[in-house]
């Protein structure tokens, strides 16, 4: 391979390590899906309570042709699955088997690589297979989402927590402590199945004795999924939304993702000018567009189940349709009842990752990938190591409020083979005279998803900042219900100040009718990446300054 063949490139995600690893496959002479695939491996490997094999998600990628493509590889509900089942309130659908729905992340990275990808896969998984055989040091936010689960939460302590009762997990405590930062985790039956996975591809996991050992614990363990659902899961490629704003346009994932209530809070944003970054007229202005955009969520779900929803989604983004929300926008607060919702559910799957890559040849992909909430469903399939999602949760259920007490929506109810509604928004950005990637990125953290991206993204557009100012930036939440707007207080992670909300500011938004809470920090946990034309390093990552390791990595080719 001659050296004018390898590409430049930029990765970020929510650990250094993984990014590093995604831009070693650029100068092997990948480019973005390479580096995207073996990025999510990685992460998968280093933050198993985020990401794993086990779990799934949604792409949003520009190819070099300038096309914007998006891929859905959510979870599935088992073809047995239904509402009946899940209103027995001795059935979880949160933990154990019965909260496992058909994983899709190795059938969605396949099928990207199958498209898009240069090098062979094999390759894309190596890095991963050594960092689970030879171990890898444990650092600040692995170390925290095991003692989150220990007892009492924030100790150390095994004893007494649901890891004690699980020897899949044993690994992660010596002497019935946690290990700590700085010791080395290796997890050798996960890397045994990452190399039949490099060998034999998505049929390793999907057939044979992996499948086979994966349906066998989900059952033991109160669960409905049978070989049968892994053998016929399919992903789908599907239209991505988008619209103008300003000088760009912005590209998002339609439903079973949120890219609808994304878009439509940003669409109407593109009808206000900047008041002045942080202003309290500006605050207002933002708080009022989310909570709209979350009143239209409630009608959201798996178009395949849902009649007319494809269509529904598109009207929400029309001209007509987003000025006429705008207008809805006055210098005061109103009550819910106000934005039109009839009901309103927010899904927390705060067991999520995203991770941007973008190469030199204008390849763009976003890609965010859950388990559920943190250790997925708490299930690890012995003899292979790895976790399970708790993606049924993510349904609604007839007659029972989510563990969030939000009320079941007739659209997200659970059935066999449909995919449960997610918060999940990547987003592209280009510029809209010259139609090159000007930005891209996406977050975690459940419902703050859609209101995080919204400020990061419009940090960027409206306010020029960089990657890094755009995250860094304090971030408010408001979902409508409940009634009131999160603010994050002041905080400080990797030798970063978030400076939070001011009094003035909250008091300012108080005068306009917002009730107001304080929270520590926003539990959004986003990416960015800028590009730049006319400039040899043309990328400027950022990842969540609020996470510890999160970081990316930039490389330019010789």
Same mark, same amino acid.
């Given at each position: ?421 997610? &918060? +999940?928004?990547?987003?592209? %950005? @280009? ?7 000007? #930005?891209? *990125?996406?977050?975690?953290? =459940? ?42 207080? &002041? +905080?400080?992670?990797?030798? %970063? @100040? ?7 500011? #909250?008091? *300012?938004?108080?005068?306009? =009718? ?45």
């Amino acid at each position: 391979m001659s050296r004018n063949s390898i590409l430049s490139g930029a990765v970020t995600c929510e650990d250094t390590r993984a990014s590093e690893i995604g831009t070693t496959i650029l100068s092997q002479g990948g480019n973005a899906v390479d580096a995207i695939i073996a990025t999510i491996i990685a992460v998968n490997t280093l933050c198993p309570y985020h990401s794993d094999i086990g779990g799934g998600g949604f792409a949003i990628l520009r190819t070099g042709d300038d096309e914007i493509k998006s891929l859905n590889f959510r979870h599935t509900a088992p073809a047995a699955a239904n509402n009946e089942f899940y209103k027995n309130p001795k059935v979880s659908s949160s933990i154990g088997g019965a909260a496992v729905a058909v994983p899709g992340e190795l059938k969605g990275l396949e099928e990207l690589h199958g498209k898009y990808g240069k090098l062979p896969w094999e390759k894309l998984l190596e890095p991963s297979i050594r960092l689970a055989e030879d171990g890898f040091e444990v650092k600040q936010d692995l170390h925290e989402f095991i003692t989150a689960e220990c007892n009492p939460p924030g100790s150390s302590n095994l004893p007494g927590s649901w890891m004690e009762h699980d020897p899949c997990y044993s690994s992660l405590f010596v002497d019935g402590q946690a290990i700590p930062v700085g010791s080395t985790w290796k997890r050798p039956e996960y890397a045994n199945t990452l190399k039949q996975i490099a060998k034999e591809g998505s049929k390793a996991f999907y057939e044979g004795e992996v499948a086979e050992a994966l349906v066998k614990v989900v059952q033991e363990r109160g669960g409905l999924m049978t070989l049968q659902d892994l053998k016929e899961y399919k992903v789908e490629w599907n239209q991505p939304l988008s619209i103008p704003y300003r000088d760009y346009t912005i590209y998002a994932t339609p439903a079973p993702a949120s890219g609808a209530i994304f878009l439509s809070a940003l669409g109407m944003l593109s009808h206000f000018e900047p008041e002045g970054n942080g202003s309290v007229k500006d605050l207002h202005v933002l708080t009022e567009s989310l909570r709209l955009a979350y009143g239209q969520r409630t009608a959201l779900g798996d178009p395949n189940y849902v009649p007319g929803l494809v269509e529904k989604q598109s009207s929400w983004l029309t001209p007509c349709a987003i000025e006429e929300k705008a207008k809805l926008i006055t210098g005061k607060t109103h009550e819910p009842n106000y934005y039109k919702p009839p009901k309103v559910e927010i899904v927390n799957d705060h067991g999520t990752s995203n991770i941007t890559v973008a190469d030199s040849e204008g390849l763009v992909v976003s890609i965010t990938t859950t388990v559920g909430l943190a250790w997925g469903s708490h299930v690890i399939v012995p003899g292979y190591g790895f976790v399970l999602n708790d993606s049924m949760d993510d349904f609604s259920v007839e007659g029972r409020p989510n563990q969030w007490g939000y009320e079941p929506q007739v659209a997200n109810f659970v059935l066999g083979g449909q995919r449960p509604l997610s &918060s +999940s928004c990547p987003y592209i %950005i @280009t510029r809209t005279t010259t139609n090159q990637p000007h #930005a891209s *990125g996406g977050a975690a953290g =459940g419902s703050t998803i859609i209101s995080g991206n919204v400020q990061v993204a419009r940090g960027i557009l409206d306010y020029d900042l960089s990657a890094k100012e755009a995250l860094r930036a304090n971030r408010l939440h408001n979902q409508l219900l409940p009634n009131v707007s999160e603010l994050e207080q &002041s +905080s400080t992670h990797q030798g %970063i @100040t978030v400076d939070g909300f001011s009094e003035e500011q #909250a008091k *300012g938004l108080e005068m306009k =009718g917002h009730k107001i809470k304080w929270v520590e920090k926003n539990r959004t946990t986003p990416v960015v990446m800028r590009m730049y034309d006319g400039q040899k390093e043309r990328w400027e990552v950022g990842a969540e300054p609020r996470r510890n390791d999160s970081g990316g990595s930039v490389f330019i080719a010789p």
